[in-house]
Every structure is written in structure tokens, then in C-alpha cells.
């Protein structure tokens, strides 16, 4: 498979998806949010933010790895997206950062599959158009020398971040 044969993109909730691995926007502290760390947290249990506060924190850019409790994906990798400072603060090469870390991490844990969410693109600010293309690209870069994942999945939770999102691997 080529790599963009190898992503996908769907409109829907990250918590419901039945892959490897699904990765969290989450904040350096772990210890959940709102978005989609809140969702993650509310329907995977306690036991992820157990694991969380034993790991204590996550620089950003960064990712580390917790099982799912009851979510259908079998790990929650969490990364801490940069927050939108107008783009002269590094923000793309540490979104670009998680992205990779990611799936690393994944590759590390013999996933063949690993879903994201839109990373900073809202309560960070992030500008959705430039994040999307951040995302696409950094992901091809990753699989076109890494056959370990056979499947990226990009869940969005909006038609226009799927927009987005699908033009970037159209392109
Ligand atoms: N499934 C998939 N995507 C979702 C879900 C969900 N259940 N809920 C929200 N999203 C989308 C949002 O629409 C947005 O496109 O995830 C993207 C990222 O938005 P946020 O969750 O706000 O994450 P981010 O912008 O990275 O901000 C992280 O928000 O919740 C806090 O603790 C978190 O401090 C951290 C900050």
C-alpha cells in the first residue's frame, strides 16, 4: 500500500473507534480536560488517569502511552499539542512533533493501527487549514519508511476539519 492508501478520514467520535491505538489531545499535567481528552477520560474509566498520574506529565510536543480501560482501542497515547501563539513560538515543528512521537509510540507497542484527532485545532487555537496539512504530511513522511502501520485514521469531529483533512491527503 502506498501511503496515502494507508490514511484515512472519517467525521465522528475518537472514543468509539476500534484501532491500536487512539491517540489524545491532551495537556502536560495528564490529568484530563474537556474536547476530546475529556471524552476519552469520561468513557475509557479511571484506570487511564490512574496510569496518567504515574507518569506525572507530558512535555509538548511529547507522547506517552496508557492502556484504553474501556474504550474498544487497546492503548491511548497522549500527546500535548502546542497552544496558538501566532506561529512565531515553534508551534509547527512541535505539532509536527506529536504527530511523529505518536507513531513511534505506536510502532513501539506493534500497532498497525492508530487514529488521531484534529491535535490543537481547538482549545489551542491551532489554525485548522495549517494544522491539517502538518498532520497529512508528517504522517506520510512516518509510513512511507515504516511498514509497521498499515492504517492512520483521522477522526474528526467536524465536516470542516474532514474537509480539510481529505484535501491534505488529496494533495
Ligand atoms: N473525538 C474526536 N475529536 C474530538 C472529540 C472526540 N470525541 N472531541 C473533540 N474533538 C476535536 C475538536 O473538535 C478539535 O477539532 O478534537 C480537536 C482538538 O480539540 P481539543 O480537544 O480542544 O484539543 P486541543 O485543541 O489540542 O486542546 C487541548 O484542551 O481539553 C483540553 O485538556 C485538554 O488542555 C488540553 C486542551
Same mark, same amino acid.
Given at each position: 500500500m502506498n501511503s496515502s492508501e494507508k490514511m484515512k478520514v472519517v467525521l465522528g467520535d475518537i472514543t468509539k473507534v476500534k484501532v491500536d491505538a487512539i491517540v489524545n489531545a491532551a495537556? =502536560?499535567?495528564?490529568l484530563g480536560g474537556f474536547g476530546v481528552d475529556g471524552a476519552i477520560h469520561q468513557e475509557g474509566g479511571e484506570q487511564i488517569l490512574e496510569e496518567c498520574k504515574k507518569i506525572g506529565g507530558c512535555e509538548t510536543g511529547e507522547a506517552v502511552v496508557t492502556t484504553a480501560g474501556?474504550? @474498544?482501542?487497546k492503548y491511548v497515547i497522549h500527546t500535548v499539542g502546542p497552544v496558538w !501563539?501566532? $506561529? #512565531? #513560538?515553534l508551534e509547527a515543528e512541535k505539532l509536527e512533533s506529536c504527530y511523529r512521537n505518536s507513531l513511534q509510540l505506536a510502532v513501539d507497542h506493534q500497532c498497525k493501527s492508530i487514529a488521531f484527532p =484534529?491535535?490543537?485545532?481547538?482549545? !489551542? $487555537? !491551532? @489554525?485548522k487549514q495549517e494544522a491539517a496539512r502538518i498532520a497529512v504530511n508528517t504522517v506520510r513522511k512516518f509510513v512511507e519508511r515504516n511498514n509497521t502501520i498499515e492504517s492512520v485514521l483521522f477522526v474528526c469531529y467536524t465536516t470542516e476539519n474532514k474537509e480539510l483533512i481529505s484535501q491534505a491527503i488529496a494533495s
Open positions: 495537556n =502536560n499535567t495528564l474501556k474504550l @474498544p482501542a !501563539y501566532g $506561529g #512565531n #513560538n =484534529n491535535i490543537s485545532t481547538g482549545a !489551542y $487555537g !491551532y @489554525p
